[in-house]
């Protein structure tokens, strides 16, 4: 079992799916977005953003709103269908597509042949080269003409968004859904050819115990997920207002936090797991992060822990982020005014950061701890964190041999924490992240 020091956890770090994160984002200079499509090379990978739901749990930080107005629904896809044609035309004939991924908010709040019309502006603008296909799916909208859109468009991987079987748990997070509703996706998703499932589980949640936890991860066993992300809840009504609904009053203490997540990492690992990363399981042989973390191939970006090595990320939608290496570049959140400048042929990444060659050497340092569990850092580097990296190397939770930093089995639970000390942007930022467990 992981040891618990709760004063190494005590302040709030962010996730790290970029580096610098969105929190740093300001204003970009003009045209700093365009210039970074115009010199893509290489492999590519595009996300689409549907912000919609048809039901809005409260403790969901996505940037998303209720399905139920079809003009405003049918006018953002519109836009996006313009965005689409925009953005390809500014890359270079050599830039090919390798994978498109779906999320939200829900992808099926939308009709399964407004994504196969996506699908295919992407086909007419993009240079697809056989990509991966994956998308989110609300397991309480799913419906058999959503299953068989999948398989008519060849999707690889889907990922349900669970959070837990226990009943009280579901209704204390505004999204209730029995049993039969996920198994009934699974066994669709299947029959469409879909190879890889993932169930997005939470510990942390108002009135969650470890047996509530337990009792989710066996039944997503038995249901036979193929990859498994499991996450603690960020409560941080400051930031996601609807969050207000849950009393932190409800909510397990750190300690608690840490045993659950202990008992995750114990229980998958012992069950046909493997861990990936800190907070990702998938089962070798069956799923390409397995694969990834095996081969030490494993990557991370604004969709978290991933296999994808493409260089460049366009994201597509409201509040979308596009990672390039110099840049990175967040589109209007606002799905209004996203939808007045998209429609107008216009680019609507106006905020982001240009990344330094410090920025990109500090953030390759966090990837690999996080991704890898150990990192190369240069001597002038350690010697700016050595009184901060102590507590961790004295504890045996990381050890620091020959310019390597290696952080041991004991110390996963506080990885995000040691990578968040190569971070110089968290001494000046005054904005509170998640729990660090």
Request: glycine content about 8%.
């Amino acid at each position: 079992m992981w040891t618990y020091y709760p004063d190494l956890l005590a302040t709030p770090v962010p996730r790290y799916t970029s580096y610098p994160t969105a929190a740093d984002f300001g204003e970009l200079p003009a045209n700093a977005y365009r210039e970074a499509l115009e010199s893509v090379h290489g492999d590519v990978s595009l996300y689409l953003h549907i912000p919609f739901c048809e039901q809005i749990c409260f403790y969901c930080g996505c940037n998303t709103g209720r399905a139920n107005r079809q003009h405003r629904l049918a006018s953002y896809l519109d836009a996006l269908q313009t965005e689409i044609a925009t953005v390809a035309a500014l890359l270079p004939s050599d830039a090919h597509v390798r994978r498109i991924s779906f999320g939200g908010g829900s992808p099926n709040a939308i009709a399964p042949a407004d994504m196969l019309g996506l699908l295919d502006a992407l086909s007419r603008h993009f240079h697809l080269d056989a990509p991966i296909l994956s998308t989110e799916l609300d397991p309480r909208t799913m419906s058999q003409d959503w299953a068989d859109a999948i398989g008519q468009a060849g999707f690889d991987m889907a990922s349900l968004g669970v959070q837990t079987f226990a009943a009280h748990c579901q209704k204390a997070i505004g999204r209730v859904q029995d049993e039969d509703l996920i198994l009934r996706s699974v066994d669709w998703l299947r029959q469409a050819g879909v190879g890889s499932i993932n169930f997005d589980l939470m510990y942390g949640l108002p009135g969650q115990s470890e047996d509530d936890l337990l009792d989710s991860l066996q039944r997503t066993r038995a249901l036979g997920a193929d990859r498994i992300a499991l996450f603690g809840y960020a409560h941080v009504p400051h930031i996601v207002p609807r969050q207000r609904a849950i009393p932190a009053s409800q909510l397990p203490d750190q300690e608690a936090r840490f045993a659950m997540a202990d008992l995750g990492y114990r229980y998958l690992c012992t069950h046909g797991y493997t861990p990936v990363g800190f907070d990702h399981f998938a089962k070798p042989g069956a799923d390409p992060m397995a694969t990834a973390a095996l081969a030490g191939t494993l990557r991370r970006n604004f969709q978290g822990f991933t296999d994808d090595q493409a260089a460049n990320l366009i994201g597509l939608g409201a509040s979308a982020i596009s990672s390039f290496p110099g840049l990175l570049a967040q589109n209007e959140k606002n799905s209004g005014r996203y939808r007045m400048r998209a429609s107008q042929g216009l680019l609507s990444a106006e905020r982001g950061i240009r990344r330094s060659a410090h920025d990109r050497y500090r953030g390759s340092v966090i990837e690999a701890l996080l991704c890898h569990g150990r990192a190369r850092i240069g001597a002038r580097l350690m010697a700016q964190v050595r009184c901060e990296i102590a507590p961790f190397l004295e504890r045996g939770l990381a050890s620091f041999d020959n310019e390597w930093l290696t952080i041991l089995p004991e110390g996963l639970p506080y990885a995000r924490t040691i990578a968040a000390l190569f971070d110089t942007y968290r001494a000046v930022s005054m904005r509170q992240f998640s729990s660090a467990v």
